[in-house]
């Protein structure tokens, strides 16, 4: 069976909002609200993807335990790993985040995401 998802065409009040916090990241500019849907999970929870936007903000993200990979389909941030130079990523950028890496990501507008969680 083959699903297809419009990522950009679903509306905003078909995911679920929260506040920004663990164990995804930790909000450094006060709250920034999340929305998200997952729409593939394996079994086992290794391997995750869905829908995810945020309102702008800035927070630290460490991905310590998954990794994670992600196709922004609107808005922009700008990503900066510990010790590293930041990275501007925009609508029609993937990006990747290994296991182990650390940083901020300083969204500007709202981003939205396809996003890829996998666990080893």
């Known amino acids: ?11 905003s009040s078909d995911l679920a909002e929260k506040p920004l916090g663990q164990p995804s990241a930790e909000p450094l500019s006060g709250e920034i609200l999340v929305r998200s849907r997952v729409d593939f999970a394996t079994d086992d929870r290794r391997v995750v993807s869905g829908i995810w936007e945020s309102e702008p903000g800035t927070s630290r993200w460490e ?5 994670e990979l992600i196709h922004v389909v609107a808005g922009s ?10 990275v501007e990523i925009a ?3 993937t990006a990747y985040f290994p296991i182990g890496w ?4 300083t969204v ?7 996003f890829v969680v996998y666990k080893p």
């Open 1 to 11: 069976m083959t699903v297809t998802i419009r990522t950009i065409e679903v509306p």
């Open 63 to 67: 991905f310590l335990t998954r990794g």
């Open 77 to 86: 941030m700008t990503v900066q790993e510990d010790d590293g130079e930041p």
């Open 91 to 93: 609508a029609g950028d």
């Open 102 to 105: 650390v940083g901020t990501w």
């Open 108 to 114: 500007h507008e709202l981003l939205r995401k396809f």
